[in-house]
């Protein structure tokens, strides 16, 4: 770990000529924790991306649609909507785009007719049946670079940051 990554404390107040007043705020963005998840996710998902796209012809959106489908077999949009965190359109887009590419296959629900449920093709599970190794041998030398104690700790890091936004979009619900 970096030995100059400080925690950040709320801004102090100086005195000057006896008048109290707040110090100017300053945000080094290479310290801010948010900044830098996104900048490395950002990266990461470029580098993914080119390899989806080269390889495989799809892009980040549509190989999420494809990953969580052969992770749950059958899903309908708006739950690979939650899965993700993408938005309706974004997935929208990229359900149509695997279909039309005999990828996916889109079925209607008997029960309710606005349903449609998504299913991986044969033609999908052979594409991911190559792709997700190489996603993995990428994650591998990505990740190379730490023990496994550290790549423990990361994961657990993260999953301990993913509750903690949880309980705070709870407590900034309206109710």
Same mark, same amino acid.
Request: aromatic residues 6%; negative net charge.
């Given at each position: 770990?970096? +030995?100059?990554?400080? @925690?950040?404390?709320?801004?102090s107040?100086?005195?000057?000529?006896?008048?109290?007043?707040? %110090?100017?705020?300053?945000?080094?963005?290479?310290?801010? &924790?948010?900044?830098? &998840?996104?900048?490395?996710?950002?990266?990461?998902?470029?580098?993914?991306?080119? #390899?989806?796209?080269? +390889?495989?012809? #799809?892009?980040?959106?549509?190989?999420?649609?494809?990953?969580? *489908?052969?992770?749950?077999?059958?899903?309908?949009a708006?739950? #690979?909507?939650?899965?993700?965190?993408?938005?309706?359109?974004?997935?929208?887009?990229?359900?149509?785009? /695997?279909?039309?590419?005999? *990828? #996916? @296959?889109r079925?209607q629900?008997?029960?309710?007719?606005?349903?449609?449920?998504?299913?991986?093709?044969?033609?999908?599970?052979?594409? *991911?049946?190559?792709l997700?190794?190489?996603?993995?041998?990428?994650?591998?030398?990505?990740?190379? %670079?730490?023990?496994?104690?550290?790549?423990?700790? /990361?994961?657990?890091?993260? +999953?301990?940051?993913?509750?903690?936004?949880?309980?705070?979009?709870?407590?900034?619900?309206?109710?």
């Open positions: 770990m970096d +030995s100059d990554v400080q @925690r950040h404390e709320a801004p107040k100086s005195r000057d000529d006896d008048h109290s007043r707040p %110090t100017k705020p300053e945000l080094d963005l290479n310290q801010f &924790l948010p900044y830098r &998840l996104n900048s490395l996710a950002d990266r990461i998902s470029q580098a993914l991306s080119q #390899i989806y796209d080269e +390889s495989f012809g #799809i892009n980040v959106a549509e190989w999420r649609v494809l990953a969580w *489908l052969s992770h749950r077999d059958v899903l309908t708006k739950q #690979i909507c939650e899965f993700t965190r993408m938005d309706k359109a974004r997935v929208s887009r990229a359900v149509q785009a /695997l279909e039309e590419r005999e *990828l #996916i @296959r079925t629900s008997t029960s309710d007719q606005r349903v449609h449920y998504l299913h991986l093709t044969p033609a999908g599970e052979k594409l *991911l049946g190559e997700i190794p190489q996603a993995h041998a990428w994650e591998t030398e990505l990740v190379s %670079t730490l023990t496994a104690g550290e790549y423990r700790d /990361l994961f657990n890091t993260m +999953s301990k940051l993913e509750r903690q936004l949880e309980r705070l979009e709870e407590n900034t619900k309206t109710p």
